[in-house]
């Protein structure tokens, strides 16, 4: 595995790589990997010949402070764990390397941003669109990865790569969870154990929501019943529970026959805040 820290390097490696005839695949990550990292590195490794791994704690995508300085930083531990997994360059940049300058462009997103995390994070999905876009135009790759549990992120992503005509194929690969539900996280590292043994009901809560769609309660009592869950838990602060159209992202009042249906939630534990997601199937 080579370890790449500039836009340069990458951009050599990828190039020869695609002038030899090979497949580049994408991991964009911020690091303090976990098995479902993992598993979007073995994906690329199975469709790709060349696995472009990036660890960029992205400084624009976080409207918290606080969150951008605790968020997990374990680079030689997560560069352990690449090689194995099938990953043949990892991608470490500097702050200055993605943002020689400050970037002005503004990115919207329009209805699939105005919900959810764009609502609850102003900016945010901003920040992942530029640097997502950067690492696009650096790394070239036929395909990029992304986990389902940032449903949200990944539907941005898709209206970004339609939008900029961005020549790749964007996979989205299944939640990995944790024996007892909860979906693995970078954040999950930062749960004292009374949190940590709290948090597998965000996970329980989601999956009674599920039953309940697939019976016909109405989308206001599925919502109203698992913020109501929630909230009995004294050391969970709910910060939004949302029954929507898997696609557009948008609250339903009623189902639509034929549309798979996406729950979401987030939700602060312990001072951590955690997201997660069940979709039904139509």
Known sequence: ?????????????????????????????????HAGHLQLVQAARAECNEVVTTIFVNPTQFN???????????????????????????????VE???????????????????????????????VATVV???????????????????Q????????????????????????????????????RRLDAAARAAAPLLYQVLVAAAAQVRQGVSPAQVQAEAEATLAREPLLTPEYVEVADAQTLQPLVEYQPGRAVVLCLAA??????????????A
Request: with cysteine; glycine share 8%.
């Open 1 to 33: 595995m080579q370890i790449l820290t500039t836009a340069a390097g990458l951009q050599a490696y990828t190039e020869q790589a695609r002038r030899a005839g090979h497949r580049v695949g994408l991991v964009p990550t911020m690091g303090a990997l």
């Open 64 to 94: 918290n402070a606080e969150d951008f300085r605790l968020y997990p930083r374990v680079p030689e531990a997560d560069a352990e764990l690449l090689g194995p997994a099938g990953c043949t360059a990892l991608f470490v940049p500097s």
């Open 97 to 127: 390397e993605i943002y020689p300058q400050p970037a002005v462009l503004r990115f919207d997103f329009g209805a699939l941003e105005r919900v959810m995390e764009g609502a609850h994070r102003p900016g945010h999905f901003n920040g």
């Open 133 to 151: 876009s950067k690492i696009f135009h650096m790394a070239r790759p036929h395909r990029a990865y992304f986990g389902q549990k940032d449903w």
């Open 153 to 188: 992120q990944v539907a941005i992503i898709r209206q970004l790569v339609a939008d900029l005509s961005f020549d790749l194929e964007i996979v989205a690969c299944p939640t990995i969870r944790e024996a007892d539900g909860l979906a693995m996280s970078s954040r999950n």
């Open 268 to 281: 602060h534990l312990g001072g951590v805040r955690l997201i997660d997601n069940v979709v039904v199937d």
